[in-house]
């Protein structure tokens, strides 16, 4: 059977809540292998929620609808503060990706306890603001950024991840709407451990399989490399 858009293959599924240092409840779901035993771990920082921004946008749920499978990887994803999804909606209110420094706390702190292996970031857009900003975590292995804007996120926070030391991976969409690859390069040029990854022809939301394929492939390159290429077919 040919991997195709809407193919969900099969992992242990099950909804989550976590509990922030401040106070609030946040909703998500934790995708793990059939087996129950991950490699590495996921925790996914999706999208802008003031621009339909949720932890369902698409690349973040095809992670979670074949990786586990395909990968060995757990793939951890929740809605940050006010987010809404299917799942249902997270306590309190959007902070322009202050706040949110407690809900990645949070996601971090319940991989801790759930002994979930090897966790990194995965960020997409405003999700890698968050990363870069506040996922300095001693657990933390690395960081995978789709779509990087580096609005929120400054030269001081890319300082602050050089110092950090962890990997840092960068995908960055030849047509994207807020930074372009010649770009990324020369200001993640000030993270010695920084690859910039440039895919011709993509756009900031990666709308199409091929683009879908080419994120995942790369997620589990550094991820798992054991596990890299993925297949196309099950």
């Not at 976590?18 to 991950?38: K, N, S």
């Amino acid at each position: 059977m040919e991997i195709r858009s809407s193919t969900v293959l099969p992992a242990t599924r099950e909804d989550i809540e976590l509990h922030t240092a401040d106070g609030l409840t946040l909703v998500g779901e934790l995708a793990l292998p059939p087996d129950g035993r991950p490699v590495a771990t996921l925790v996914c920082l999706h999208p802008l929620p003031t621009a339909e921004g949720m932890m369902d946008s698409h690349v973040l749920r095809k992670a979670a609808n074949r990786l586990p499978a395909l990968a060995g990887i757990a793939v951890l994803r929740f809605n940050t503060r006010g987010t809404s999804s299917d799942r249902g909606k997270s306590e309190g209110a959007f902070d322009g990706g202050e706040g949110e420094r407690f809900d990645v706390a949070a996601a971090l702190e319940y991989a801790e306890f759930h002994d979930l292996p090897n966790p990194w970031l995965l960020g997409w857009s405003f999700g890698t603001e968050l990363a870069l900003k506040w996922g300095h975590d001693p657990a933390v292995k690395g960081a995978i950024l789709l779509s990087p804007p580096l609005k929120r996120a400054t030269d001081a926070d890319l300082d602050a991840w050089a110092e950090f030391g962890r990997p840092l991976v960068a995908l960055v969409p030849e047509f994207d709407d807020y930074l372009r690859p010649e770009e990324a390069r020369r200001r993640f040029a000030r993270v010695p451990q920084a690859e910039v990854v440039g895919v011709d022809n993509a756009k900031h939301l990666w709308v199409g399989e091929p683009y879908v394929r080419i994120v995942l492939d790369e997620i589990v390159k550094h991820v798992n490399p054991d596990a890299h290429p993925l297949p196309t077919e099950v």
